[in-house]
């Protein structure tokens, strides 16, 4: 039986993998559920899956959570804190961790899970933009197994199934709920419309970050870490349909892509159930049925900077990315709040990265310190704005 923490629950990702999950009793249960703040979504969901631990990491929350979990008579466990969600994602509580914690909150807990050598669904993007060095590092030395579980890289993990090094790498864009815009039409843009993804359903950071595109650009920075290729071999492409995931071409001129309907239980039941394949809820592909046609276009550069903004930063190295996402954090959280515009978004990361030169990355604690550092002078700039 394979014993699954779920890390972010209570997101997107987190209801999509217990769906999963759900399908076969049999073969894997949720043992470990953890959520930030929400007490009651995690309290509904462990009535429904009955975990062998909850973890909230709000400390204010763990007595509602305990009472909770003993009013609806149920024997799991409740913890709250950062410290117990990495004590039990290192422990014999789970077998496999889906780490789909938004955020640089989220990094702990995967370098917990690659400490201890456990099968790692990563949807925490950031864990790999903060500290992709770090954190593949840990993976190597402890014999951990990442399966990506963002779409296009899902997809790229699929192609190289036999072990092929790949020449190039083609990430696909849906272009978000923006495309075709003009610059000038994006200054007007509120976050109710950032928020309206046409393909997925996800939360507001990362429904915000698609629409930017500095999810492509920190899906980039992804997956030059996850398959060791410079961001020179690693190309985007915009793809309205949201139906081929990613194209990996090979020297002798072969191109492999994914295809699949835009559904992450998809990735999940990869991750889950790999090397074999199993049952994920999501319907064959019926190409005719979708439109019978596939468009590709070039990202627009001046319309969508953040994702030129994210290769400069993985050209640059070291601390670059980790500048690179802790400004756009604050930036995209500053806008959903109303505080500044949609395109002070990347105007606000690039000014972070013209003020901190890059350092070398050869410690978390260089790291943190870049983090809080970007921080710190983004969260001044939008002051300065606002006043």
């Not at 049999?26 to 930030?36: E, H, P, Q, T, Y």
């Not at 606000?348 to 978390?364: E, G, N």
């Not at 002078?377 to 006043?387: E, L, N, Y």
Request: aromatic share 4%; hydrophobic share 50%.
């Amino acid at each position: 039986m394979q014993r699954v923490a779920v890390l972010g629950a209570t997101g997107s990702i987190g209801a999509s993998a217990l769906d999963v999950i759900a399908r076969h009793p049999d073969a894997m249960r949720a043992s470990v559920l953890a959520a930030g703040s929400k007490v009651d979504a995690l309290l509904a969901l462990c009535r429904l899956h009955r975990p062998d631990h909850a973890v909230i990491a709000d400390a204010g929350g763990f007595t509602a959570l305990r009472d909770g979990l003993r009013e609806a008579g149920l024997t799991t466990q409740p913890h709250a804190g950062c410290e117990a969600l990495d004590a039990l994602v290192a422990s014999d509580a789970c077998d496999t961790v889906i780490a789909a914690i938004v955020g640089a909150a989220g990094l702990a807990s995967t370098l917990a899970a690659a400490r201890a050598g456990k099968r790692l669904l990563l949807a925490n993007k950031e864990s790999l933009v903060l500290a992709g060095q770090l954190l593949m590092r840990e993976v190597r030395a402890h014999g951990a197994t990442i399966v990506p579980i963002d779409s296009e890289h899902n997809a790229i993990f699929q192609c190289l199934a036999d072990g092929s090094t790949p020449a190039r790498i083609t990430l696909t864009a849906s272009g978000g709920p923006f495309r075709g815009w003009t610059r000038q039409a994006l200054a007007e843009v509120t976050p109710a419309q950032a928020v309206a993804h046409p393909k997925w359903s996800m939360g507001p950071k990362i429904s915000v970050d698609s629409a930017t595109l500095m999810n492509k650009g920190l899906e980039v920075i992804e997956a030059h870490h996850l398959f060791g290729l410079p961001g020179a071999r690693i190309g985007v492409l915009v793809h309205p349909q949201s139906l081929v995931h990613s194209f990996v071409d090979f020297a002798d001129g072969s191109t492999l892509a994914q295809l699949g309907l835009p559904d992450m239980r998809t990735a999940l039941a990869v991750g889950l159930g790999w090397p074999k394949r199993i049952a994920s809820g999501v319907p064959m592909l019926d190409l005719l049925a979708q439109g019978g046609r596939l468009d590709f276009q070039v990202p627009d550069a001046d319309a969508f900077p953040a994702l030129g903004l994210a290769y400069a930063a993985l050209d640059a190295g070291g601390t670059a990315p980790a500048v690179l996402n802790a400004a756009n954090e604050e930036a995209v959280s500053a806008f959903l709040q109303g505080k500044i515009g949609f395109l002070s978004i990347p105007d606000t990361v690039a000014a972070a990265l013209d003020a901190m030169p890059p350092q070398s990355a050869d410690s978390l604690e260089v790291l943190l310190a870049a983090d809080a550092g970007a921080r710190r002078h983004a969260r001044a700039r939008i002051a300065a704005s606002a006043a």
